[in-house]
C-alpha cells in the first residue's frame, strides 16, 4: 500500500512540476501557494503545528496563528516552486539581486584562516539557499540531508540538491556520519539543520521543554576544534532574501566532554528560539520536536 501511495504522491508532484515549468516562477508561485494553503494539512498535522506555535509563543490571540500558518504555508509553496528554477539563484540569472548577505567578513576571515567550521540554522525563508550561497562564496562545504521518504521523489531533489545547492550531499544516518568524518578530516566545512526532530536524538531545553536535539554540531565542533557559525535566512515581500551571518557561538570548554557537548547544544537551541521569534511567520511549525 506505502508503495501505492507514493506512486500517487510522486505523479502528483510531478505534475506539479510541469505545471511549474510552463507557467514560470511568478506566476507558479501564484498557482501553488493556495493549493498548498488548502491541501497542506492533508500531509501535516494540524494539531501538531498549533501545539507547536502554542510551546513556542505561548497563549497569543487566534488572529496571530492564523497568520503564522497562512504564511507558514505561502513559504513552503514558495520554496516548492523554486526548486525548479535554484539554477537562476545559482547562476545570478534575475535582472536584480535575490539574497542580500550580512556577515560576509565572518566568512573571509574563515576563507583566510584556513579553517573550518559548522554552519547550522534552521528551516527559515527558503532554507535551501544557505548551503548554496556558502559554497558560491568558496566555503569547501558538505551540506547534510534528510532524504525524503518517497523514493520516486528522492533521487530527482537529490540531483537538484547536488547540482545547484552544494556538490557534497551527505545523507543523515551511520553512512552518512562516517562521510562527514571523511570530509572533515579533509578540512571541509558542513552545513546542517537543527530544527528537525531525530528519533533517537537526546532531549534538551527548547523553549523551556524538552525537545529532541541532535548533538551532531557540538560533537563535530568538540572532536575537530572548529567553530559553530548559525546562519539565519528571511523572505522578504518581494520574494527576495536576507541572510544572516551570526557570530561563531563562544564555547567555554570544560574538562567534562560531556559537559561541553551539552552546553553548546543548549546554546544551539537558544539560538533558534532567537531566530523564530524574530519573525515567527518564516519558520515552518510542522516538525514534532517536543514529541
Given at each position: 500500500?506505502?508503495i501505492?501511495?507514493?506512486?500517487?504522491?510522486?505523479?502528483?508532484?510531478y505534475?506539479?512540476?510541469?505545471?511549474?515549468?510552463?507557467?514560470?516562477?511568478?506566476?507558479?508561485?501564484?498557482?501553488?501557494?493556495?493549493?498548498?494553503?488548502?491541501?497542506g494539512?492533508?500531509?501535516?498535522?494540524?494539531?501538531?503545528?498549533?501545539?507547536?506555535?502554542?510551546?513556542?509563543?505561548?497563549?497569543?490571540?487566534?488572529?496571530?496563528?492564523?497568520?503564522?500558518?497562512e504564511?507558514?504555508?505561502?513559504?513552503?509553496?514558495?520554496?516548492?516552486?523554486?526548486?525548479?528554477?535554484?539554477?537562476?539563484?545559482?547562476?545570478?540569472k534575475?535582472?536584480?539581486?535575490?539574497?542580500?548577505?550580512?556577515?560576509?567578513?565572518?566568512?573571509?576571515?574563515?576563507?583566510?584562516s584556513?579553517?573550518?567550521?559548522?554552519?547550522?540554522?534552521?528551516?527559515?525563508?527558503?532554507?535551501?539557499?544557505?548551503?548554496?550561497?556558502?559554497?558560491?562564496?568558496?566555503?569547501?562545504?558538505?551540506?547534510?540531508?534528510?532524504?525524503?521518504?518517497?523514493?520516486?521523489?528522492?533521487?530527482?531533489m537529490?540531483?537538484l540538491?547536488?547540482?545547484y545547492?552544494c556538490?557534497?550531499?551527505?545523507?543523515?544516518?551511520?553512512?552518512?556520519?562516517?562521510?562527514?568524518?571523511?570530509?572533515?578530516?579533509?578540512?571541509?566545512?558542513?552545513?546542517?539543520?537543527?530544527?528537525?526532530?531525530?528519533?533517537?536524538?537526546?532531549r534538551f531545553?527548547?523553549?523551556?521543554?524538552?525537545?529532541?536535539?541532535?548533538?551532531?554540531?557540538a560533537?563535530l565542533?568538540?572532536?575537530?576544534?572548529?567553530?559553530?557559525?548559525?546562519?539565519?535566512?528571511?523572505?522578504?515581500?518581494?520574494?527576495?532574501?536576507?541572510?544572516?551571518?551570526?557570530?561563531?557561538?563562544?564555547?567555554?570548554?570544560?574538562?567534562?566532554?560531556?559537559?561541553?557537548?551539552r552546553?553548546?547544544?543548549?546554546?544551539i537551541?537558544?539560538?533558534?528560539?532567537?531566530?523564530?521569534?524574530?519573525?515567527?511567520?518564516q519558520?515552518?511549525?510542522?516538525?514534532?520536536r517536543?514529541?
Amino acid at each position: 500500500m506505502k508503495i501505492i501511495k507514493y506512486i500517487f504522491e510522486a505523479i502528483f508532484i510531478y505534475f506539479l512540476f510541469l505545471i511549474i515549468k510552463i507557467f514560470g516562477l511568478k506566476i507558479g508561485r501564484k498557482i501553488i501557494a493556495p493549493l498548498f494553503s488548502n491541501i497542506g494539512f492533508l500531509f501535516k498535522s494540524k494539531k501538531v503545528v498549533r501545539k507547536n506555535i502554542s510551546h513556542a509563543l505561548g497563549n497569543i490571540p487566534e488572529d496571530q496563528i492564523t497568520s503564522i500558518i497562512e504564511f507558514m504555508w505561502k513559504n513552503y509553496a514558495y520554496t516548492f516552486v523554486e526548486y525548479l528554477y535554484l539554477y537562476k539563484f545559482r547562476l545570478n540569472k534575475f535582472s536584480d539581486p535575490q539574497i542580500k548577505i550580512s556577515g560576509k567578513k565572518i566568512l573571509d576571515d574563515l576563507i583566510q584562516s584556513n579553517k573550518q567550521a559548522i554552519f547550522i540554522s534552521g528551516h527559515f525563508g527558503n532554507f535551501e539557499l544557505m548551503a548554496m550561497e556558502l559554497e558560491k562564496h568558496k566555503i569547501n562545504l558538505a551540506a547534510i540531508y534528510r532524504p525524503l521518504n518517497n523514493f520516486f521523489l528522492n533521487p530527482f531533489m537529490v540531483f537538484l540538491r547536488k547540482k545547484y545547492i552544494c556538490r557534497k550531499q551527505i545523507e543523515k544516518g551511520r553512512k552518512g556520519s562516517r562521510e562527514i568524518i571523511e570530509l572533515m578530516n579533509k578540512n571541509f566545512s558542513i552545513a546542517l539543520m537543527v530544527d528537525q526532530r531525530l528519533g533517537e536524538s537526546e532531549r534538551f531545553s527548547f523553549f523551556k521543554k524538552p525537545a529532541h536535539t541532535t548533538t551532531l554540531p557540538a560533537q563535530l565542533a568538540l572532536k575537530f576544534n572548529c567553530d559553530i557559525i548559525p546562519i539565519y535566512l528571511e523572505r522578504n515581500e518581494d520574494n527576495t532574501f536576507k541572510m544572516e551571518i551570526f557570530d561563531p557561538i563562544k564555547i567555554n570548554k570544560k574538562d567534562n566532554q560531556e559537559e561541553n557537548k551539552r552546553e553548546i547544544t543548549i546554546k544551539i537551541n537558544q539560538t533558534v528560539e532567537k531566530m523564530i521569534l524574530r519573525n515567527p511567520k518564516q519558520w515552518i511549525w510542522t516538525h514534532n520536536r517536543w514529541k
